[in-house]
């Protein structure tokens, strides 16, 4: 028969809180106790369909309440699950050495409660198909490796849920990326083809001249400006040269006739020499011609 009502032993009110409360979305009925002490009178009289022990609280054990429980012909067939941080092949064995069918990891998702519930409804079930006088010869099950394969069931139906919705969540990405990246291209190719527009506008000649009209304005301004500085530059250089040829010429013109007027001195002195021996000459020929 399915597992349909459960004993939580823990010290801790939260980890009982939290074990109950996973117990309860499984339809799971659940009473709590903090103690073994206080576990071991509920049994007295109730009979859970599993019982989930902590290890360490204050007191006796867990692992000695299980053995308790197990040495007591009323509540031997009672399925016990340790439920504890303990963990561990070692402590595994210690857990089966005492009574328990397996190890419940602390804290404990739904997958793992799910998991130890539907083992032990099929262990259940399987016992209900065999004889009575065959149920006492049955081994213990180990309840570890029915959870790893319930866990790994899970953790692939998981994983393969994760895949899925990740392939979905990166094509639905994708197809917004797509999206967005089409009307960008639409948006730039928009822009391209007005600015491509208002360019060759722009390059007709009569908007061009129009455009450019003042500029080539100021730009012949600037060239005359420019061409008459030049113009006046070659001119004083014109006249520069001229000057300084034409005082070079009055130079030597000047110092030609410098030279000129020195010889014509040195003539002129020459000749009034000249007449002065002359005039001597004819006084001292007449003064002769007289006697």
């Known amino acids: 028969m399915p597992v349909k009502h ?21 339809n799971v009925e659940s009473e709590a106790v903090e103690s073994a002490e206080a576990a071991l009178l509920f049994l007295d ?3 859970p369909d599993v ?6 609280m204050p007191g006796m054990n867990g692992l000695e309440a299980t053995q308790m429980i197990k040495a007591n012909p009323k509540t031997a067939t009672i399925p016990t699950i340790m439920y504890t941080s303990k963990e561990g092949e070692d402590y595994f064995n ?6 328990a069918e397996g190890v419940l990891a602390k804290p404990a998702n739904q997958e793992a409660v799910m998991s130890v519930i539907e083992s032990l409804s099929e262990l259940a079930a399987n016992d209900d198909d065999l004889p009575v006088t065959d149920q006492a010869n049955i081994p213990l099950i180990e309840i570890d490796k029915l959870v790893q ?59 061009l001249f129009k455009n450019t009209r003042p ?26 040269v ?34 002065g021996i002359i005039s001597a000459l004819a006084t001292s020929a007449a003064f002769l011609f007289l006697i």
């Open 149 to 207: 394969k319930h866990l790994k069931i899970a953790i692939a139906e998981a994983k393969a849920e994760i895949t899925a919705g990740l392939d979905s969540s990166t094509q639905q990405l994708q197809n917004a990326q797509t999206h967005e990246i089409k009307l960008a291209q639409r948006h730039w190719l928009q822009r391209y083809e007005s600015l491509e527009k208002n360019l060759n506008d722009a390059l007709e000649p009569k908007v």
């Open 51 to 56: 019982i989930f022990m902590d290890h360490m």
């Open 6 to 26: 459960a004993l939580v032993v823990d010290d801790s009110k939260s980890a009982r809180m939290m074990l109950q409360r996973m117990l309860n979305k499984m």
């Open 94 to 99: 210690m857990a089966k050495s005492h009574g």
């Open 215 to 240: 500029l080539n304005q100021r730009l012949a301004t600037l060239v005359a400006e420019k061409t008459t500085k030049k113009a006046a530059a070659d001119l004083n250089d014109i006249i520069n």
């Open 45 to 47: 009289k109730s009979q």
């Open 242 to 275: 001229q000057n300084t040829e034409t005082k070079e010429s009055l130079a030597k013109d000047i110092a030609e006739i410098q030279q000129l007027a020195q010889t014509s001195k040195k003539q002129a002195v020459f000749i009034g020499v000249l007449t």
